[in-house]
């Protein structure tokens, strides 16, 4: 076994600030009220989506746009905690 192998370190975990937008447009049978829950009905949409096409899922559009941005377009708390992330030992 050569030692050079052991000392080697990871390949440093780079982390960045992303702007993303999702469109999600598509039709989806539901028992009535099932989605009258505001405060649950994001996350049953998104459930149903990514669980696939179905007999009771059309979708009609589907746009994804994710791109890299300025960390100083960032919020201060989303700032400190990307350094959080670079500093942390979890990371590296």
């Not at 440093?12 to 598509?26: D, I, N, W």
């Not at 049978?29 to 049953?44: A, N, P, T």
């Not at 905690?81 to 670079?86: A, D, E, N």
């Amino acid at each position: 076994m050569k030692q050079d192998s052991l000392d080697r370190q990871p390949a440093a975990f780079e982390v960045s600030v992303y702007e993303c937008e999702v469109h999600l447009k598509f039709r989806l049978i539901e028992e009535k009220g099932g989605l009258s829950d505001r405060d649950q009905l994001l996350e049953q949409l998104i459930d149903a989506f990514t669980c696939g096409t179905d007999e009771y899922l059309e979708p009609l559009q589907v746009l994804v746009k994710a791109e890299e941005v300025s960390e100083m377009s960032a919020s201060p708390e989303l700032r400190r905690q990307l350094i959080r992330l670079r500093n942390s030992n979890d990371l590296a």
